[in-house]
T-cell receptor, first 111, second 114 residues
Framework: SQKIEQNSEALNIQEGKTATLTCNYTNYSPAYLQWYRQDPGRGPVFLLLIRENEKEKRKERLKVTFDTTLKQSLFHITASQPADSATYLCAPTGGGNKLTFGTGTQLKVEL | NAGVTQTPKFRVLKTGQSMTLLCAQDMNHEYMYWYRQDPGMGLRLIHYSVGEGTTAKGEVPDGYNVSRLKKQNFLLGLESAAPSQTSVYFC?????????????FGPGTRLTVL
C-alpha cells in the first residue's frame, strides 16, 4: 500500500539557519507533490506544488526538490524565522484531485 | 471572501448521539472534501464530492454520511457517535479543473465523543 513518511520528531533550528524537511514515499509514483503548512488550531494552507518533471521549485525563501528516483521530496526554508514555526505536511499525488497527506513534521525556529 | 467556513468550531457529544457538521465555501469550487485529523495519523479523507448532488467515499467513510445539496455546502453527519470519532474534522474545497488542484481548508471542528 502507499506509504508517506515524514519525520515525526520535531525539528528545532536557530533563527537564520536553513530548515530542511524530508518527505519519503513508497509503493507509488506521484505525478506531483504538494506542501502545506499547518499552524496549531488551524487548517492546512497550501505552499508549493512541484511536478514530477521538475527538479526544483522556489517561492521566496522556500525551495522544494523532487527526486523520483529516490522517491523523496525535500522542503527547504532559508533564513528561517520564528514565524516559520509550524507543522509542514507533504502530499505526493498520483493524479486526480484526492490528496494523501503525510503526518507532518513540526518545525520550531528558536531565537 | 470568507473562503471555507465550518460550523461548529467545538462540540462534545455523548456516545450514540447524532450531529451534523456544516462546511460552506464562497469560491464557487466544484470539489469539496471532509477529512479527519488524529495525532500520528495525519489527515485522512472521509468523503468527498465532485459536484452538487454527488458524493463518494474516501479512505475512512464508515460511521459517516454526507450530502451536497447545494454547491457551496457540504454536510458531514454522524448518525450514532462513537468515542473513536473523537477527532478534529477539516473541510476543504478545490476548483476541480486541474489535476494539480490545490485545496483550501476550513479552520476545523474539534469533536469529542464521551
Amino acid at each position: 500500500s502507499q506509504k508517506i513518511e515524514q519525520n515525526s520528531e520535531a525539528l528545532n533550528i536557530q533563527e537564520g539557519k536553513t530548515a530542511t524537511l524530508t518527505c519519503n514515499y513508497t509503493n507509488y509514483s506521484p505525478a506531483y507533490l504538494q506542501w502545506y503548512r499547518q499552524d496549531p488550531g488551524r487548517g492546512p494552507v497550501f505552499l508549493l506544488l512541484i511536478r514530477e518533471n521538475e527538479k526544483e521549485k522556489r517561492k521566496e525563501r522556500l525551495k522544494v526538490t523532487f527526486d523520483t528516483t529516490l522517491k523523496q521530496s525535500l522542503f527547504h526554508i532559508t533564513a528561517s524565522q520564528p514565524a516559520d514555526s509550524a507543522t509542514y505536511l507533504c502530499a505526493p499525488t498520483g493524479g486526480g484531485n484526492k490528496l494523501t497527506f503525510g503526518t507532518g513534521t513540526q518545525l520550531k525556529v528558536e531565537l | 471572501n470568507a473562503g471555507v467556513t465550518q460550523t461548529p468550531k467545538f462540540r462534545v457529544l455523548k456516545t450514540g448521539q447524532s450531529m451534523t457538521l456544516l462546511c460552506a465555501q464562497d469560491m464557487n469550487h466544484e470539489y469539496m472534501y471532509w477529512y479527519r485529523q488524529d495525532p500520528g495519523m495525519g489527515l485522512r479523507l472521509i468523503h468527498y464530492s465532485v459536484g452538487e448532488g454527488t458524493t463518494a467515499k474516501g479512505e475512512v467513510p464508515d460511521g459517516y454520511n454526507v450530502s451536497r445539496l447545494k454547491k457551496q455546502n457540504f454536510l458531514l453527519g454522524l448518525e450514532s457517535a462513537a468515542p473513536s470519532q473523537t477527532s478534529v474534522y477539516f473541510c476543504a474545497s478545490s476548483t476541480g479543473r486541474l489535476s494539480t488542484d490545490t485545496q483550501y481548508f476550513g479552520p476545523g471542528t474539534r469533536l469529542t465523543v464521551l
